[in-house]
């Protein structure tokens, strides 16, 4: 079945830096790439999904990039805020998730 | 408002006392899931179902039961709950007909089994 990992586990940034999280996936059929943000004491929320026909999407501040040959996605957020603290989850196809990246801005 | 409900939001309980949690949605979603999170193995899927009466195993379903009567609810039952299934707990639901949809999560359920 898919295998999705998830790097890095943990990313701590400075308020106004970007980060970005990687993700690679094993099944070449996955065709549908989202990402989720999860507050303290919330579900996972989407923030931006991929389909395969598409390289790159930016919504705002956020933007994923697709590299289907390599089988790799990533996520990048732009002038990060200390509202975007969470973890993130990337997931290839609906159901296969990364194991999460714990992003910290410090103001 | 659209939304996916879970009930309860956090349970503690000893080991062999049966529990269901509940989940609902309001959206009219074909499919529905449970997830079990726990710390460094992220989002791991427990069941799903992909319509009323449907439902089949994720990646780690023992020791778990669920049933589909009614498209709007998936409640999620351990029939003799062990520590080793204490976690967080989420439902989702999403749309299948048209490919490729997100899934919307409830709040999450905590639960502790001493």
């Known amino acids: 079945g898919e295998n999705v990992e998830q790097h890095p586990s943990t990313l701590s940034v400075q308020e106004g830096d970007s980060a970005v999280i990687k993700c690679t996936y094993s099944?070449?059929?996955?065709?549908?790439f989202p990402w989720y943000k999860q507050e303290l004491g919330k579900g996972p929320q989407l923030i931006i999904d991929?389909?395969?026909?598409?390289g790159e999407k930016k919504d705002q501040r956020i933007a994923v990039t697709l590299n289907k040959t390599a089988k790799h996605f990533s996520l990048h957020i732009t002038e990060t805020q200390p509202e975007d603290s969470a973890v993130y989850f990337c997931a290839a196809s609906t159901e296969r998730f990364g194991a999460g990246t714990r992003l910290t801005v410090k103001p | 408002e659209a939304q996916v409900t879970q009930n309860p939001r956090y349970l503690i309980t000893v080991t062999g006392k049966k529990l269901t949690v509940t989940c609902s949605q309001n959206?009219?979603?074909?499919?529905m899931s449970w997830y079990r999170q726990d710390p460094g193995l992220g989002l791991r899927q427990i069941y799903y179902s992909m319509n009323v009466e449907v439902t089949d195993k994720g990646d780690v379903p023992e020791g778990y039961k669920v049933s589909r009567k009614e498209k709007r609810n998936f409640p999620l039952i351990l029939e003799s709950p062990s520590p080793n299934q204490t976690s967080l707990y989420f439902c989702a639901s999403s749309s299948r007909s048209t490919p490729n949809q997100p899934q919307h999560f409830g709040d999450g359920t905590r639960l502790s089994i001493l």
């Open positions: 099944d070449s059929a996955s065709n549908y």
């Open positions: 959206m009219n979603h074909e499919y």
């Open positions: 991929i389909r395969s026909n598409v």
